[in-house]
């Protein structure tokens, strides 16, 4: 089921939220989105195996790692880890999930999208969250517009 906007508002009133996949690479689109997500006030708790810390954070290999507990995940990872990060936030007991989308297939994967359905985990299917953060940059002003004019937009509320 495509996520709707109600989605997306409870997943951002959310205020301590785990990246996982956050890239070392000071440079990578991820690492904006970090320091965007920081600058409006989330508690951003990055999640990198290979990474110690991440904008002066403390990084930690997997969701169920994190003390204390984040209330919501927002996946960046390749498809394919996917299913495997959202078991580990069932684990943790995370119960709201995002797969980051910009463009192509970002994180969603099939697998995971059904395992977070059939596991009561609200899901934010895709999208990308610097769409929905106030006073964003026009550049993502633009890319919801395009998404509202496509008709891909998501729904004031749920069908």
Not at 64 to 74: F, S
Not at 99 to 107: A, L, T
Request: contains cysteine; proline residues 6%; charged residues 25%.
């Amino acid at each position: 089921m495509p996520a709707t906007h109600a989605d997306i508002d409870d997943f951002l009133a959310q205020r301590r939220i785990a990246m996982v996949g956050v890239s070392r690479s000071p440079h990578d689109f991820s690492r904006s989105l970090f320091r965007e997500l920081c600058a409006k006030g989330y508690d951003v708790v990055p999640v990198n195996p290979s990474a110690q810390d991440i904008e002066g954070k403390q990084s930690f290999a997997r969701v169920q790692d994190i003390v204390p507990q984040v209330d919501a995940a927002l996946i960046i990872t390749a498809p394919g880890q996917t299913e495997q990060v959202v078991r580990d936030c069932a684990e943790a007991g995370v119960r709201r999930v995002w797969m980051h989308r910009g463009g192509g297939q970002g994180s969603v994967d099939a697998k995971a999208v059904a395992f977070c359905n059939k596991n009561g985990i609200r899901l934010v299917e895709g999208h990308c969250p610097f769409m929905f953060l106030p006073e964003t940059s026009f550049f993502h002003r633009v890319h919801g517009f395009v998404l509202k004019i496509t008709g891909k937009y998501p729904e004031a509320k749920a069908a």
